[in-house]
């Protein structure tokens, strides 16, 4: 299996160099030149198996021969065994058509987990097999932070610099990341929003002397492992609820557009998916992209739902490529009028590609607020508000089909908005009950390249 960049002008990978790089040199993220595709009988087989089998099927043909089965199974085995439910990703109902699949009963408490816990595990093979050593820088609004600190501390070949944007991040997610107590493991709070962050990941990755001296590696949402081991769960569930015999639809809470391009490559892969519903919060760049044909950022303003405040949708560049027909030029193009320009106006037959294959939809900060209230009322579940979001989009694209709404997070992660709703503060669970009383080590910084290149290159082990 090989990789080709979306821009068109960096080298065809093989799966693991894909892994190991991240973003492509040519400032491009890296796609599978096809898809493999599962027949009706081979998904009717995965009814009713572990997780862990279900991910091996569903990855290894993606893989290729990077690692062997029994390497394969092995790692996957020791990604999930951690989780905190049998199921790994069990799947509840909330209404005669309305499914919750619950993505939080990994160590950090978020769906993140599910590619993070296996990236570190394939990453850490993969570098004991050649000796080489890597340094993961890695923009985090939350979630992935965390995720990829408990996925890589103490790993012998890697160092961890994870960037969060100061303030903007909820204080369970800041403790997750500043309590790691490993000497590989950096978290940096720096001055300025999830896109400074992201930005600043960027300028690093574009500078290819700087690159190759620390042996730069990026495990942001643009990984193509990341989003392969995100593929799985919609198999899983949709298997679970009937597929293939029925379809599926899913609503997704999307900030970087990583999870739901997941499901779309289940769908290209055979899934039989309805509707792929793309839920957003008050940043709503991707509803307003697709209701508009335009896709023009504003400023970002802060959220109940942070791990979405978000307005420039990396994962994005993935889908486009595909809706202009793998034509690099033209992704390029695009891209440079987001960076240059705001935004940029889709083709016709790109805006028609979307539409075709993406409903969206979004929920103020009431709506969020309102939907953790209304869930719990008539369910009794108690969403994070990030599920919230995805379950108030949800409730307007019911038809047919089961729908499965995605839950990203554990309530207990987001406290304040939960209290907000509903009056109750959801307690941690108990693997993380001290969380408060572990001492905090971070690093605070401005919003500088050239300090932060400084501190990279002084902290890593080499
Ligand atoms: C990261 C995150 C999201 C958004 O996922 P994307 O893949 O970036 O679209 C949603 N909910 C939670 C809790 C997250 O951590």
Redesign the pocket.
Known sequence: MRYISTRGRAPALGFEETMLTGLARDGGLYVPEEVPQFSESEIAALAGQPYEEVALRVISPFVGDAFTKGELIRLIAAAYGEFAHAARAPVKQLGPKHFLLEL?HGPTL???DFAMQLIGQLMQASLARSGKRITIVGAT????GSAAIEAFKGLANVDVFILFPEGRVSEVQRRQMTTAGADNVHAIALEGDFDTCQGRLKDLFNDHAFRDEVGLAGVN?INWARVLA?VVYYFTSATTLGAPHRAVDFT??????????AGHIARRMGLPVGKLVIATNQNDILHRTLATGEQRREGVVPSH?P??D?QV?S?FERVLFEAYDGDGTAVTAAMEGLANEGGYALGQGAWGFLKERFASGRASEDETLQAIFRAQLLTGEVL?P??AVAYHVAEDHLGRNPMITLA??HPA?FPDAVEKAIGLRPPLPSQMADLYDRPETVTPMADDLGTLKAFIRERRRS
């Open positions: 939080f978020a769906f993140k609004s939350g979630d992935t949402s995100q997704v809470p999307t900030g970087n557009f990583g999870d739901i391009f739902s791990s979405m978000i949708s994962n994070c990030h599920s990203t997070a992660k």
